[in-house]
């Protein structure tokens, strides 16, 4: 049979009018039955068999029973699949012994298991014994209707009429009352909790819309159920007013809770009570001046705590355990009154100064996170009381972070910056006035005046008063004191030199008289001030300041979702900010500015030939701090940061800014100590040109100077270059990576190396200064092998064969000539071209050379002039 309801129609014209049926589509047709009310599905149902079939549909029923609440449809499954299961077991039960032609139990209509109909169908028996019908004569038993509802597959329409017959009567009667005297539901129940109870039952019933007019009767009941609600929070008001916990405030709280909820008499608990409007504190109480003081909010915050507390013993005395009031009373409190305290502090605080500001926002945070760590749980909050009222304290909040997250960020931007640079301005500031008191003491007219005397005295001066080198003369000086105002400019630049080192700062009695002398002081207190170029002290003044602005978010992190990665996101971007400044921002320009200094250095500046190169010691030192303030970093990340990032996430903005400042200050070292290289490989040259006496390896005879052996230990110029390079390898030596060092230690044995061969090719040696030799060489050896690098040895130890050719008598100079050839022996550091090159500096290298010839390049005829 098709799925339609002909319904028929009047269509036509005014003078011909034709009946026609309209067939109209089934879910129109469900949909209009949904809508009926009960009295009306009756004649429905008499219209044809689709359309009873749809009556008696038993969803359309356990729908009208889940609009009253009282049908289960999960339960409603769960039973028709054990029914279920049920059969499918005795069925194959039932099939086994069949086939095994054993005689089967008798099977009735009333079998708990399965029922076996005329056609051989069987069908499910879940019903079981059906509830008892409410009686007129016990009044109690409509207060039960709703506990027999059995949610049960196929009898919804049973259990609908049960429950139909027995609240329809009543729901009518409400309707249609004019007043609360007249309601048959008032007659039958004298207590409010039971009036409270039934109309809440009939409320409910109401939902379903099986009765006519159901719309009309709703407001009707609503308005009834108003006037009742009324004068039930009278009662409640009065309980109140008169402090009657135990009595009226108990007693009609759970009236209301029957009635609809209880929410009414809550909020007018809230709305009375005086912890709402009697508010003494004001956030002004919290700032003395322009400084903040939070300790009036925290008095604040404990009294509101002890109040919540007194009111939670109210609660637990006066609501039933349906309620959770207390936290509804508690979100109040928040909202209302701790928002509004909170708001206006942050406010105030906000237009005195951004650092006043970020405190009271982190401090107002965490003093209002005291409120749920201190309340007391009542029966109703089922133990969630703490944790739901601190997610109401980082609700209030969420309108603060935002700004404030912000504002933390420039507030550590800002704070870097005027860090930096009032080190760069205090640092320049002090150099000026250092210069200006140097430049203090000098008159240029006198110290003009004296220069052109001095210059006249030196051109009058008899020639045989000028002193002249001479070898069969020796002239014993004489040292005269002159006063200060006499010397030379060096000696004046070297007095001033060393009284301000000395002592720090100049005093009057130090300070140079003339032009020259102030100028070479000032450039030696330039090269002590880049000693600070950068400080410890401006990176531990950072850090603080970072470790505090972490503080201060870190409290944020507990809020939760969005916000959580927002602020950690932040603290992320204070960490780079940390680091971008105290990189790029300040050690990287003192480590430009030491290179600087350092590539300008000139080791003929001085008058006197030193093992240390000053800037370069200057440089190491900086070096020394640039890792201390990166071992700084390294733990200040592993304390702070560590917890807030993944250091293994090489993409994260914090570790890839971390990695960036330590590859900065590896680039900055690599740099320097390239040019470091360079002047100090230019010292060592410059020592060795100053110091090497051209007699150090061509001593005249002993029978010509009277002198005896002048030992086997190296020459002054050996030792004092070896000093040098020692003093300033070790100075790297804990510094920095082991990686950096042996680069740095193989270029300079390697440029040492160069500089050695150099060096030696402008000497002139004879046998007995080959001895002297052989011993620079193995000086020169020894400080290699203590640099431990295995790749420059070989050159070393072709320098200490070399000096072999030079100890071999005239006599044997064949084989010089075969040490020449010998190219193994300096383990191919040396060519023999290169070695024949060395041999040249012999004193006798006239006398040798021919036989050494015949040993290199072959027997060679004498060439005869004729």
Same mark, same amino acid.
């Given at each position: 049979?098709?799925?339609?309801?002909?319904?028929?129609?009047?269509?036509?014209?005014?003078?011909?009018?034709?009946?026609?049926?309209?067939?109209?589509?089934?879910?129109?047709?469900?949909?209009?039955?949904?809508?009926?009310? &009960?009295?009306?599905?009756?004649?429905?149902?008499?219209?044809?068999?689709?359309?009873?079939?749809?009556?008696?549909?038993?969803?359309?029923?356990?729908?009208?029973?889940?609009?009253?609440?009282?049908?289960?449809?999960?339960?409603?499954?769960?039973?028709?699949?054990?029914?279920?299961?049920?059969?499918?077991?005795?069925?194959?039960?039932?099939?086994?012994?069949?086939?095994?032609?054993?005689?089967?139990?008798?099977?009735?209509?009333?079998?708990?298991?399965?029922?076996?109909?005329?056609?051989?169908?069987?069908?499910?028996?879940?019903?079981?014994?059906?509830?008892?019908?409410?009686?007129?004569?016990?009044?109690?038993?409509?207060?039960?209707?709703?506990?027999?509802?059995?949610?049960?597959?196929?009898?919804?329409?049973?259990?609908?009429?049960?429950?139909?017959?027995?609240?329809?009567?009543?729901?009518?009667?409400?309707?249609?009352?004019?007043?609360?005297?007249?309601?048959?539901?008032?007659?039958?129940?004298?207590?409010?909790?039971?009036?409270?109870?039934?109309?809440?039952?009939?409320?409910?019933?109401?939902?379903?819309?099986?009765?006519?007019?159901?719309?009309?009767?709703?407001?009707?009941?609503?308005?009834?159920?108003?006037?009742?609600?009324?004068?039930?929070?009278?009662?409640?008001?009065?309980?109140?007013?008169?402090?009657?916990?135990?009595?009226?405030?108990?007693?009609?709280?759970?009236?209301?809770?029957?009635?609809?909820?209880?929410?009414?008499?809550?909020?007018?608990?809230?709305?009375?009570?005086?912890?709402?409007?009697?508010?003494?504190?004001?956030?002004?109480?919290?700032?003395?001046?322009?400084?903040?003081?939070?300790?009036?909010?925290?008095?604040?915050?404990?009294?509101?705590?002890?109040?919540?507390?007194?009111?939670?013993?109210?609660?637990?005395?006066?609501?039933?355990?349906?309620?959770?009031?207390?936290?509804?009373?508690?979100?109040?409190?928040?909202?209302?009154? &701790?928002?509004?305290?909170?708001?206006?502090?942050?406010?105030?605080?906000?237009?005195?100064?951004?650092?006043?500001?970020?405190?009271?926002?982190?401090?107002?945070?965490?003093?209002?996170?005291?409120?749920?760590?201190?309340?007391?749980?009542?029966?109703?909050?089922?133990?969630?009381?703490?944790?739901?009222?601190?997610?109401?304290?980082?609700?209030?909040?969420?309108?603060?972070?935002?700004?404030?997250?912000?504002?933390?960020?420039?507030?550590?931007?800002?704070?870097?910056?005027?860090?930096?640079?009032?080190?760069?301005?205090?640092?320049?500031?002090?150099?000026?006035?250092?210069?200006?008191?140097?430049?203090?003491?000098?008159?240029?007219?006198?110290?003009?005046?004296?220069?052109?005397?001095?210059?006249?005295?030196?051109?009058?001066?008899?020639?045989?008063?000028?002193?002249?080198?001479?070898?069969?003369?020796?002239?014993?000086?004489?040292?005269?004191?002159?006063?200060?105002?006499?010397?030379?400019?060096?000696?004046?630049?070297?007095?001033?030199?060393?009284?301000?080192?000395?002592?720090?700062?100049?005093?009057?009695?130090?300070?140079?008289?003339?032009?020259?002398?102030?100028?070479?002081?000032?450039?030696?207190?330039?090269?002590?001030?880049?000693?600070?170029?950068?400080?410890?002290?401006?990176?531990?003044?950072?850090?603080?300041?970072?470790?505090?602005?972490?503080?201060?978010?870190?409290?944020?992190?507990?809020?939760?979702?969005?916000?959580?990665?927002?602020?950690?996101?932040?603290?992320?971007?204070?960490?780079?900010?940390?680091?971008?400044?105290?990189?790029?921002?300040?050690?990287?320009?003192?480590?430009?500015?030491?290179?600087?200094?350092?590539?300008?250095?000139?080791?003929?500046?001085?008058?006197?030939?030193?093992?240390? &190169?000053?800037?370069?010691?200057?440089?190491?030192?900086?070096?020394?701090?640039?890792?201390?303030?990166?071992?700084?970093?390294?733990?200040?990340?592993?304390?702070?940061?560590?917890?807030?990032?993944?250091?293994?996430?090489?993409?994260?903005?914090?570790?890839?800014?971390?990695?960036?400042?330590?590859?900065?200050?590896?680039?900055?070292?690599?740099?320097?100590?390239?040019?470091?290289?360079?002047?100090?490989?230019?010292?060592?040259?410059?020592?060795?040109?100053?110091?090497?006496?051209?007699?150090?390896?061509?001593?005249?005879?002993?029978?010509?100077?009277?002198?005896?052996?002048?030992?086997?230990?190296?020459?002054?110029?050996?030792?004092?270059?070896?000093?040098?390079?020692?003093?300033?390898?070790?100075?790297?030596?804990?510094?920095?990576?082991?990686?950096?060092?042996?680069?740095?230690?193989?270029?300079?044995?390697?440029?040492?190396?160069?500089?050695?061969?150099?060096?030696?090719?402008?000497?002139?040696?004879?046998?007995?200064?080959?001895?002297?030799?052989?011993?620079?060489?193995?000086?020169?050896?020894?400080?290699?092998?203590?640099?431990?690098?295995?790749?420059?040895?070989?050159?070393?130890?072709?320098?200490?064969?070399?000096?072999?050719?030079?100890?071999?008598?005239?006599?044997?100079?064949?084989?010089?000539?075969?040490?020449?050839?010998?190219?193994?022996?300096?383990?191919?550091?040396?060519?023999?071209?290169?070695?024949?090159?060395? &041999?040249?500096?012999?004193?006798?290298?006239?006398?040798?050379?021919?036989?050494?010839?015949?040993?290199?390049?072959?027997?060679?005829?004498?060439?005869?002039?004729?």
């Amino acid at each position: 049979m098709a799925s339609k309801w002909e319904v028929v129609a009047l269509q036509g014209t005014s003078s011909n009018m034709t009946l026609r049926p309209t067939v109209l589509p089934a879910e129109i047709l469900s949909g209009i039955v949904d809508y009926l009310p &009960v009295p009306d599905l009756a004649a429905v149902a008499q219209v044809n068999k689709q359309l009873r079939e749809m009556v008696y549909d038993d969803t359309r029923w356990g729908a009208r029973l889940r609009q009253m609440e009282v049908w289960d449809e999960k339960e409603a499954k769960r039973k028709t699949l054990d029914a279920l299961e049920q059969t499918e077991i005795a069925r194959k039960r039932i099939e086994a012994e069949r086939q095994l032609g054993r005689k089967t139990g008798s099977v009735t209509l009333f079998d708990a298991t399965i029922a076996v109909t005329d056609d051989k169908e069987r069908e499910l028996d879940v019903a079981g014994p059906a509830a008892p019908k409410p009686t007129m004569i016990d009044p109690s038993s409509y207060l039960r209707v709703f506990e027999g509802v059995r949610s049960v597959r196929g009898y919804a329409r049973v259990e609908f009429a049960r429950i139909y017959e027995a609240l329809a009567p009543l729901y009518n009667d409400l309707a249609n009352a004019s007043d609360h005297t007249e309601p048959l539901v008032f007659r039958m129940f004298r207590t409010p909790e039971e009036q409270a109870m039934m109309i809440n039952i009939l409320q409910k019933f109401g939902r379903s819309r099986s009765v006519r007019d159901w719309s009309k009767k709703e407001t009707k009941i609503a308005a009834m159920i108003d006037l009742f609600e009324s004068a039930a929070l009278q009662e409640f008001e009065g309980g109140y007013d008169a402090r009657d916990v135990d009595g009226r405030m108990q007693r009609y709280a759970n009236v209301l809770t029957e009635l609809n909820g209880g929410a009414s008499c809550v909020q007018l608990f809230i709305q009375k009570n005086p912890l709402m409007y009697e508010i003494p504190e004001t956030p002004a109480d919290c700032f003395m001046g322009e400084l903040l003081n939070l300790e009036p909010m925290s008095l604040f915050i404990t009294r509101l705590i002890n109040e919540l507390n007194v009111q939670s013993d109210v609660v637990n005395r006066t609501f039933p355990e349906s309620l959770n009031v207390m936290l509804t009373f508690a979100e109040r409190v928040i909202q209302d009154v &701790v928002a509004d305290y909170t708001a206006r502090l942050i406010e105030e605080a906000h237009q005195k100064d951004t650092e006043t500001f970020l405190k009271a926002v982190c401090g107002s945070f965490q003093q209002c996170l005291r409120i749920p760590a201190s309340l007391t749980e009542t029966k109703g909050s089922k133990g969630t009381l703490k944790e739901d009222t601190e997610k109401a304290i980082k609700t209030m909040f969420e309108v603060h972070v935002d700004l404030y997250l912000v504002e933390e960020l420039n507030f550590v931007r800002s704070k870097c910056e005027a860090e930096v640079e009032s080190w760069e301005r205090k640092v320049a500031e002090d150099a000026e006035a250092h210069e200006s008191m140097l430049l203090s003491g000098v008159s240029r007219a006198e110290d003009k005046k004296n220069f052109l005397t001095s210059f006249k005295k030196v051109l009058l001066m008899p020639v045989s008063v000028i002193p002249f080198p001479s070898t069969t003369a020796k002239v014993t000086p004489t040292t005269t004191a002159r006063p200060s105002d006499e010397l030379s400019p060096a000696a004046q630049t070297a007095q001033a030199s060393a009284a301000i080192s000395r002592t720090g700062t100049p005093t009057p009695a130090t300070l140079p008289t003339t032009e020259l002398a102030a100028q070479s002081a000032i450039l030696s207190a330039r090269l002590e001030g880049i000693r600070g170029l950068f400080s410890l002290e401006v990176a531990l003044q950072l850090l603080h300041l970072c470790k505090s602005s972490l503080e201060r978010a870190e409290p944020f992190l507990s809020m939760g979702g969005q916000l959580s990665e927002e602020v950690r996101e932040q603290c992320e971007a204070i960490f780079v900010t940390l680091i971008q400044h105290l990189g790029k921002r300040h050690i990287k320009n003192g480590f430009d500015q030491a290179v600087e200094h350092l590539s300008r250095y000139q080791p003929s500046q001085g008058s006197d030939v030193g093992t240390s &190169v000053e800037p370069l010691v200057i440089f190491l030192e900086l070096v020394h701090v640039g890792d201390l303030i990166q071992q700084m970093v390294d733990v200040f990340f592993e304390q702070e940061m560590a917890r807030l990032v993944d250091r293994n996430d090489f993409l994260n903005p914090a570790v890839k800014e971390k990695k960036r400042f330590e590859q900065l200050i590896d680039e900055r070292v690599a740099a320097g100590l390239n040019k470091g290289i360079d002047v100090l490989m230019n010292q060592v040259e410059y020592i060795l040109h100053e110091r090497q006496s051209r007699r150090d390896y061509n001593p005249l005879p002993a029978s010509v100077t009277g002198e005896r052996d002048p030992g086997l230990g190296p020459t002054r110029a050996a030792t004092e270059a070896v000093e040098c390079l020692t003093t300033h390898t070790k100075l790297l030596v804990g510094s920095t990576d082991k990686s950096v060092l042996d680069v740095f230690f193989q270029e300079v044995g390697v440029r040492l190396f160069g500089s050695l061969c150099k060096h030696l090719k402008k000497q002139t040696v004879n046998v007995e200064g080959g001895i002297k030799l052989i011993s620079d060489l193995n000086h020169y050896h020894a400080f290699a092998t203590s640099l431990r690098q295995k790749v420059i040895m070989p050159y070393f130890t072709a320098l200490k064969e070399l000096g072999h050719v030079f100890i071999i008598g005239i006599s044997d100079a064949k084989a010089i000539g075969a040490l020449c050839s010998d190219v193994a022996r300096y383990g191919g550091v040396f060519r023999a071209e290169e070695v024949y090159e060395f &041999v040249q500096c012999r004193a006798d290298w006239l006398k040798v050379k021919r036989d050494v010839d015949k040993i290199l390049f072959g027997a060679m005829n004498d060439c005869c002039v004729q």
